[in-house]
């Protein structure tokens, strides 16, 4: 099993993601012979063309793509610049958990809500700051520049970045490469830059590509605080699928390879621009600057960072208040009434969803840490890291368009006959799932000193009882880290539930964004509220079950160094 689990590993992430692109390719040449059409032809690339918007929709996907990407690499070196190795590190690291944990639609949600025009942030500053008695007239909210768009993803993407650049400090030696450069004078955001950062970014380079695939092809996020018209082109795709015209799908699948090149253009220019980047930063690196504008980079980073925190945090508090606000009259701080009313439809509605989202989490993760603890098992017993086509295909799923293969996967499994429910939904679900599994648990798994083996073989333990009686339980915590990361992860699927499912498997997710069309604050923010509980309670578990399993042992806990 130990030996096969690589191969099935990278099946499961490359098949899916080959089967669903041909089966997006071939129909948007004209040939789909379930639907009457059995001759190649143009007709649908000519009609996706000539589609009213379709060129905004294609700038917008790919300025989202870079930017996104940009802001938040800056952000997440920022923030490891100004904090590394200082007493807030610590804090750092604990409130990446919780950022990460919330689903992207719910903190698109808490975004908006914050935001608006009418939002808690206008109410906290109103009228004593602004003078505002009643909501400006200004379109903050779904705009047409999709500022508000990179503005959601971008809290979710650095949380992502800080996480996939954590793992490598160490590999790196990134303390001695700090002491070292602070020891001959240079200041601590030079030090970083020059120093710790040409060895790091080699490591984040397939993170940051992930970052540009995801932000230039997302759809949940974009439907809540995305322009409407033209909307992004996966938005645009997705309507196109869901046309009762069936005709339409040959669009949709002329469009979802439009998408492929979006984001294989967006990641080509960021190639380039590394190389331009690389090579115009040659002089500044060996030019000997000691601290060159490093006292107002480390005051932005120190109040970019709480910003982003507290912007998290009252956009879910605002979350909160509209889901038990009765009465919330503009500009009060408060609801001038209380209500349970919202949750109490919730609860009428909820169970459905609420128990196909936690077992279809469940059985996704579940599924994934098997086979990724018996992947960097079978890397321990070879005492051969993985090569590196394993760790791309990793990351394969996260570099490709979900509407992209997921679409064609739908096409496929409808000329297969196969079902549209709950299983498919899940099978769906381990194609995204397992690299995050994966990518949280390697480096703890790899960093375990292996002194542990040895010592209860010479105890008299079996290969198999050093693993499951010591070793297994002295990695609890990473692997209940990992397990929760998975769960968060399938909990916040949006586009796969939807078309794999075909709209009969109903997820808080699914419900919360079908909801955003409807403009009911108060239903939204009910539903939005218990699609974010969900992941956090799983986080809160993960942190505090080794902590009470081994309350008499916290020597358990040190298994990792």
Same mark, same amino acid.
């Given at each position: 099993m130990l030996r096969v689990a690589p191969y099935l590993v990278a099946a499961i992430l490359t098949g899916p993601v080959l089967a669903g692109s041909l089966g997006a390719l071939i129909p948007s040449f004209g040939f789909l012979p379930?639907?009457?059409?059995?001759?190649?032809?143009l007709d649908a690339w000519r009609a996706l063309l000539d589609w009213p918007g379709i060129g905004g929709s294609v700038i917008l996907s790919f300025a989202s793509g870079i930017l996104t990407a940009g802001i938040s690499l800056l952000l997440a070196l920022l923030f490891l610049a100004v904090f590394f190795e200082t007493r807030a590190f610590v804090w750092l690291r604990q409130a990446i958990a919780p950022m990460l944990a919330v689903p992207h639609a719910a903190a698109a949600f808490a975004l908006a809500f914050l935001i608006a025009p009418s939002g808690f942030l206008a109410r906290l500053l109103s009228p004593w700051a602004t003078g505002w008695q009643r909501p400006p007239d200004l379109l903050i909210v779904q705009d047409e520049w999709g500022l508000s768009l990179m503005a959601g993803l971008v809290m979710k993407e650095v949380p992502f970045l800080l996480l996939m650049a954590l793992a490598p400090l160490a590999q790196i030696h990134a303390g001695e490469r700090?002491?070292?450069?602070?020891?001959?004078?240079?200041?601590?955001?030079?030090?970083?830059?020059k120093s710790v950062v040409p060895a790091l970014y080699p490591l984040l380079r397939l993170p940051v590509y992930a970052v540009i695939a995801y932000s230039s092809a997302n759809i949940d996020v974009a439907l809540i605080l995305g322009p409407v018209s033209p909307p992004p082109l996966a938005v645009q795709v997705l309507r196109w699928s869901n046309d009762p015209d069936l005709d339409f799908r040959m669009i949709a699948s002329a469009g979802a390879i439009l998408q492929f090149a979006v984001t294989a253009g967006a990641i080509a220019l960021w190639i380039l621009a590394e190389r331009c980047i690389g090579w115009l930063a040659r002089g500044w690196l060996v030019s000997g600057k000691r601290r060159t504008g490093d006292a107002g980079l480390a005051t932005l980073g120190r109040g970019l960072f709480p910003a982003l925190i507290l912007a998290s945090v009252l956009g879910i508090a605002a979350l909160a208040l509209n889901a038990f606000a009765r009465v919330w009259r503009f500009p009060d701080?408060?609801?001038?009434?209380?209500?349970?009313?919202?949750? *109490?439809?919730?609860?009428?509605?909820?169970g459905g969803p609420v128990a196909a989202t936690l077992w279809i989490a469940l059985l996704t993760t579940l599924l994934s840490l098997v086979l990724v603890v018996c992947v960097l098992e079978n890397e321990r017993q070879r005492d051969v890291r993985s090569g590196r086509i394993l760790e791309f295909l990793i990351y394969v799923p996260l570099l490709?368009? *979900?509407?992209?293969?997921?679409?064609?996967l739908v096409l496929l499994?409808?000329?297969?006959?196969?079902?549209?429910g709950g299983g498919l939904v899940a099978a769906g679900h381990v194609i995204f799932v397992l690299p995050y599994v994966y990518l949280s648990l390697s480096e703890a798994y790899r960093r375990q000193d292996p002194a542990w083996t040895?010592?209860?073989?010479?105890?008299? *333990?079996?290969?198999?009882?050093?693993?499951w009686r010591v070793r297994l339980p002295m990695l609890l915590t990473p692997l209940l880290t990992a397990f929760a990361?998975?769960?968060?992860?399938?909990?916040? *699927?949006?586009?796969?539930?939807?078309?794999?499912g075909a709209g009969r498997v109903e997820t808080v997710t699914t419900e919360a964004i079908a909801l955003a069309a409807g403009g009911d604050r108060r239903l939204i923010g009910a539903w939005a509220l218990t699609q974010a509980i969900l992941p956090v309670a799983g986080f809160a578990l993960a942190l505090a079950a080794p902590r009470l399993i081994w309350r008499n042992r916290r020597g358990m806990l040190g298994g990792v160094r």
């Open positions: 379930s639907l009457g059409h059995d001759e190649f032809g700090m002491r070292l450069a602070r020891s001959i004078g240079y200041g601590r955001i030079s030090a970083w830059f701080a408060l609801p001038g009434r209380w209500t349970l009313a919202h949750w *109490q439809s919730v609860a009428e509605t909820a490709v368009p *979900q509407i992209g293969f997921i679409f064609g499994a409808e000329l297969a006959g196969a079902p549209p040895k010592i209860a073989r010479t105890l008299g *333990q079996s290969a198999a009882g050093a693993f990361v998975g769960t968060a992860i399938s909990i916040g *699927q949006y586009l796969v539930t939807r078309l794999l």
